[in-house]
T-cell receptor, first 115, second 114 residues
Framework: AQSVTQLDSHVSVSEGTPVLLRCNYS??????LFWYVQHPNKGLQLLLK??????LVKGINGFEAEFKKSETSFHLTKPSAHMSDAAEYFC?????????????FGTGTRLLVSP | DGGITQSPKYLFRKEGQNVTLSCEQN?????MYWYRQDPGQGLRLIYY???????QKGDIAEGYSVSREKKESFPLTVTSAQKNPTAFYLC?????????????FGNGTRLTVT
């Protein structure tokens, strides 16, 4: 069965410094991987997705993630944090491209951005 | 603009009462989902539906019920049998059920049962 581990429950950065949110996955097959962002008391918004095309995936708001099969990782990065990036981020794995889209969510990483 | 509307945003109920959470979408998506979110946990799937008049149990369906009489609507009822109903409930939709169909989420309903 697939699973996903977000290695940090909280990450604190200063505005203008790089962001790294770590995610490792376990999957029996070639997975689809997603990062979603959630602002307080809101729904989740898709940041980016990997579906076996290019291993470096660019998303919205300057975020990107690199799929590394050998390390079973899909870490999310951004070169320069902005105050508006403060939110909770979820790494999600989905197995297969047909049938029911069974998604497994990580437990989330809360990103704190200080001035 | 297309999107998913969940109402109400906050809901308070007494223990033992059933309560229904509304979810409406105008994205023309076939698939709809209900998730539950608790602090420090990822989202857990309650029910999903891929077409009208059809729905399937997710991982934590006990104490919940749904209906899908219209493509646009997927209401969730939290029954008195749900032992720990206080949570943040999120409705989502997608064009299909495959791995290439990202989910679109509503803004959630926060249910408090006392």
């Amino acid at each position: 069965a697939q699973s996903v581990t977000q290695l940090d429950s909280h990450v604190s950065v200063s505005e203008g410094t790089p962001v790294l949110l770590r995610c490792n996955y376990s999957s029996s097959y070639s997975p689809s991987l997603f990062w979603y962002v959630q602002h307080p008391n809101k729904g989740l918004q898709l940041l980016l997705k990997y579906t076996s095309a290019a291993t470096l995936v660019k998303g919205i708001n300057g975020f990107e993630a690199e799929f590394k099969k050998s390390e079973t990782s899909f870490h999310l990065t951004k070169p320069s944090a902005h105050m508006s990036d403060a939110a909770e981020y979820f790494c999600v794995v989905s197995e297969g491209n047909t049938g029911f889209q069974k998604l497994v969510f990580g437990t989330g990483t809360r990103l704190l951005v200080s001035p | 603009d297309g999107g998913i509307t969940q109402s109400p945003k906050y809901l308070f109920r007494k223990e033992g009462q059933n309560v229904t959470l509304s979810c409406e979408q105008n994205l023309n998506h076939d698939a709809m989902y209900w998730y539950r979110q608790d602090p420090g946990q990822g989202l857990r799937l309650i029910y999903y539906s891929q077409i009208v008049n059809d729905f399937q149990k997710g991982d934590i369906a006990e104490g919940y019920s749904v209906s899908r009489e219209k493509k646009e609507s997927f209401p969730l009822t939290v029954t008195s049998a749900q032992k720990n109903p206080t949570a943040f409930y999120l409705c989502a939709s997608s064009r299909g059920l495959g791995g290439n169909s990202p989910l679109h989420f509503g803004n959630g309903t926060r249910l408090t049962v006392t």
